[in-house]
């Protein structure tokens, strides 16, 4: 089982920055990849920033320019630091750990984890 811990979440004003941590932890085979995705209140959950382990990172359209993910594969952590937050930032932002082997030729699924979410809320 992988246990998946989240922090760094909490109040902050319009224009403000947060950073978000997340480590992965237990029964680790290979990650394949880490990424945050959010759910907003009445909203559905998206898909907001991935990061491959080598390095290959996708933003969803809303958070390009503003958003960073980066990934300390030593340390099975990923980071998202926000910048220039708005209050359409406001949500629940889980971690989400995909773990994949190679062989034959192609990647194959081991296991999908997600952590329980952090709440980032944007507000004056």
Known sequence: ???V???GGGLVQPGGSLR???EASGRIISIYAMGWERQAPGK???VVATITSDGVTNYVDSVKGRFTISRDNAKNTV???MNS???EDTAVYYCHVDQR???HGSYH???DSWGQGIQVTVSS
């Open 109 to 111: 699924p081991v296991s």
């Open 20 to 22: 978000l941590s997340c």
């Open 5 to 7: 811990a989240e922090s």
């Open 101 to 103: 082997t190679y062989f």
């Open 1 to 3: 089982q992988v246990q």
């Open 44 to 46: 559905q959950r998206e």
């Open 85 to 87: 937050l708005t209050p």
């Open 79 to 81: 980071y998202l630091q």
